[in-house]
Nanobody, 123 residues
Framework: QVQLVESGGGLVQAGGSLRLSCTASGRLFSNYAMGWFRQAPGKERAFVSAIRWNGANTYYADSVEGRFTISRDNAKNTVYLQMHSLEPEDTAVYYC????????????????WGQGTQVTVSS
């Protein structure tokens, strides 16, 4: 069993930055691919970014490529999402996800999900 807790959300002006964190409890965090999804009001949850278990590969949605960076610290059981040049369109609840299978995670079929953290970008 893996439990995920996100933090770092908040209100920021357009052009600003935020760093989200997701800390996992449970065993063998380093075995899991980790990722971030977001859900804006009235929209379906959408893939944002993912990172392989060892950090060797990262993946991004086109809408955030070049602005967001995912990273992980397996010693701290934590994955991060550094967000720069934020836009009002980035406003959403951001969810952390974990799965042993990277493709399942990217497809949105992760076994484990956090409760979400709100990010609001004002114009």
């Amino acid at each position: 069993q893996v439990q995920l807790v996100e933090s770092g959300g908040g209100l920021v002006q357009a052009g600003g930055s935020l760093r989200l964190s997701c800390t996992a409890s449970g065993r063998l965090f380093s075995n899991y691919a980790m990722g971030w999804f977001r859900q804006a009001p009235g929209k379906e949850r959408a893939f944002v970014s993912a990172i392989r278990w060892n950090g060797a590969n990262t993946y991004y949605a086109d809408s955030v490529e070049g602005r967001f960076t995912i990273s992980r610290d397996n010693a701290k059981n934590t994955v991060y999402l550094q967000m720069h040049s934020l836009e009002p369109e980035d406003t959403a609840v951001y969810y952390c996800a974990a799965d042993l299978e990277l493709q399942s995670l990217i497809a949105g079929s992760s076994k484990y999900w956090g409760q979400g953290t709100q990010v609001t970008v004002s114009s």
